[in-house]
Nanobody, 123 residues
Framework: QVQLVESGGGLVQPGGSLRLSCAAS????????IGWFRQAPGKEREETSC????????YYANSVKGRFTISRDNAKNTVYLHMDSLKPEDTAVYYC????????????????WGQGTQVTVSS
């Protein structure tokens, strides 16, 4: 059974850091481009970053560039999103997703989705 499971969300103060994990089962993450999306209440889903299946390319939205880092550990079949200098506007449910495309910057390109993990940035 194909499954993506996110973890690592929580409550953090502005300026703090969190590391989200996306663990896969039923398929090999290394064969897919993995993206991290987020959706805040009343807002559209936004792709924050992605890492290509070959690890050659990464993409970051302007809103997170320089603060978020996406990486993968193939041995653990897991992709991470390390988030630094968090801001209140980063508050959202974060989802990881897998795409068979070499690089994918649109939600429609993603085939598998996790259930999401809540990130709240507040003092």
């Amino acid at each position: 059974q194909v499954q993506l499971v996110e973890s690592g969300g929580g409550l953090v103060q502005p300026g703090g850091s969190l590391r989200l994990s996306c663990a896969a089962s039923g398929f090999t993450l290394d064969d897919y481009t993995i993206g991290w999306f987020r959706q805040a209440p009343g807002k559209e889903r936004e792709e924050t970053s992605c890492i290509s299946s070959s690890d050659v390319s990464t993409y970051y939205a302007n809103s997170v560039k320089g603060r978020f880092t996406i990486s993968r550990d193939n041995a653990k079949n897991t992709v991470y999103l390390h988030m630094d200098s968090l801001k209140p506007e980063d508050t959202a449910v974060y989802y990881c997703a897998a795409s068979p495309n070499t690089i994918a910057t649109m939600a429609v390109e993603y085939k598998y989705w996790g259930q999401g993990t809540q990130v709240t940035v507040s003092s």
